[in-house]
Nanobody
C-alpha cells in the first residue's frame, strides 16, 4: 500500500523558515507529480507547489519567490523549503502523490495508480 510520511512542520516566527519533507513508500510504478497542499481553518485546501517527474514546478502565486519545492534525495521524496513565512502561510500542509491512473504490471508485480495524501503537518507562524 502506498503511504506518505511527512515531517518538518512546527512553530516559527514571522519571517522565519521551515523545511517540510515527504517520502512515499509502497508499490509505485511511476509518478506524475508530488506536491504540497495546505488547508487553513475555514478555508478550502489549496495547491502550494507541485513537482512533476520531468522537473517542472508550479507554485501558487502567494508563495512564489519564497517557497521552493525539490526532490529530497530519492525520486519518491519531495521537500518544501519555506522562507520569509507570513501569518497567512499558517495551515496544515499535506503531501500529495499523483500516480498514473490504472493498473500496471512489471513481471509478477502489479501497481495501482491514484491520488494519495499524507496525514498533514501543522505549520504555525507567530507574529
Amino acid at each position: 500500500q502506498v503511504q506518505l510520511v511527512e515531517s518538518g512542520g512546527g512553530l516559527v516566527q514571522s519571517g522565519g523558515s521551515l523545511r517540510l519533507s515527504c517520502a512515499a513508500s509502497g508499490p509505485i510504478f511511476a509518478i506524475n507529480t508530488m506536491g504540497w497542499y495546505r488547508q487553513a481553518p475555514g478555508k478550502e485546501r489549496e495547491m502550494v507547489a507541485t513537482l512533476s517527474s520531468n522537473g517542472t514546478t508550479k507554485y501558487t502565486d502567494s508563495v512564489k519567490g519564497r517557497f521552493t519545492i525539490s526532490r529530497d534525495g530519492a525520486y519518491n521524496t519531495v521537500a518544501l523549503q519555506m522562507n520569509s513565512l507570513k501569518s497567512e502561510d499558517a495551515a496544515v500542509y499535506y503531501c500529495n502523490l499523483d500516480l498514473p491512473r490504472g493498473t500496471y504490471y512489471r513481471g509478477s508485480d502489479s501497481y495501482t495508480g491514484g491520488l494519495y495524501w499524507g496525514q498533514g503537518t501543522q505549520v504555525t507562524v507567530s507574529s
